[in-house]
């Protein structure tokens, strides 16, 4: 992708802990969305921000030997095990990386929110679309958190303020979540399904340490936004993982659009 990725400064092992947390809170409800496409043996698929690899793994055995997964990520480091005659990895950033277009299917999860330049590469995922082909995009919102929770614990807050604050330091939108139906309508996608889950967790649940983890690897940006100290930190993460704690972590809008399809009457869709 482009522009540097928060996680960037994270120790290998650390980051791939981090990212198999968030396939174990999240791919069964990606799987869901994206089998709801239909998707078959034969398929084209695209996978950006490939991470751990989970997703594209999956997507490799249900497009069988006939069809093809393309990987991308800046860093694929986690699933060059994947590339092989169905499986294509590429490495590099997703708008000068050569791919070649006609995609019934495109996903991605988590990658746009961290990109200045998301819109840009919005587009490039609907270009790369075949008539017909579907778009499934998931992304955080985390003004949600601080919206929601009660304030019981004004350390869970204070993190709560420093996260959306340093995404809006990097000229990045804590929200994105929200704007992404309106962003992908207006390059032409009929929407076909928006969801919005809220992550409310207990600490111990796999999500709340997932947030755990990552406050662990951004809490010196956290600190430097001035929201939060280290002792909110150090608390956040025991509340992470205290069975007895309650809280909203943050919400994930899911959008499934689909890209018309030409007819000789002028366009229709399927779904």
Avoid at 156 to 166: G, H, K, L, P
Avoid at 192 to 211: C, E, F, K, P, W
Avoid at 230 to 256: C, H, L
Wanted: a negative charge; proline letters at 3%.
């Amino acid at each position: 992708m482009t522009n540097e990725y928060i996680f960037d400064g994270n120790q290998a092992d650390q980051e791939l802990l981090r990212l198999r947390m968030i396939e174990a809170a999240l791919d069964q409800t990606t799987l869901e969305r994206l089998q709801s496409t239909g998707i078959q043996q034969g398929w084209q698929v695209l996978e950006l921000g490939a991470g751990a690899g989970s997703i594209a793994k999956w997507m490799t055995g249900i497009v069988g030997n006939s069809g093809r997964v393309v990987a991308v990520d800046i860093k694929t480091n986690h699933i060059q095990h994947l590339a092989g005659p169905t499986c294509q990895v590429v490495t590099g950033d997703f708008l000068t990386v050569p791919i070649d277009d006609g995609f019934d299917l495109a996903h991605c999860r988590y990658v746009l929110i961290h990109n200045r330049q998301s819109q840009a590469m919005l587009k490039r995922l609907c270009a790369l679309l075949k008539p017909g082909g579907f778009l499934i995009i998931e992304e955080p919102d985390f003004t949600s958190a601080r919206l929601l929770n009660r304030g019981d614990d004004r350390s869970q807050q204070r993190v709560n303020n420093a996260i959306c604050r340093m995404f809006e330091e990097l000229q990045l939108d804590p929200a994105y979540g929200l704007s992404l139906p309106r962003k992908i309508a207006d390059e032409g996608l009929r929407i076909v399904r928006v969801d919005s889950h809220i992550h409310l967790n207990r600490g111990g649940d796999t999500m709340a340490r997932m947030m755990g983890e990552s406050t662990k690897a951004l809490r010196e940006k956290y600190v430097a936004t001035g929201e939060a100290d280290p002792s909110d930190i150090e608390r956040y993460i025991e509340n992470a993982n205290n069975e007895r704690f309650w809280g909203v972590y943050y919400s994930t809008v899911s959008v499934i659009a689909q890209k018309a399809s030409e007819t000789a009457g002028g366009t229709t869709s399927v779904l």
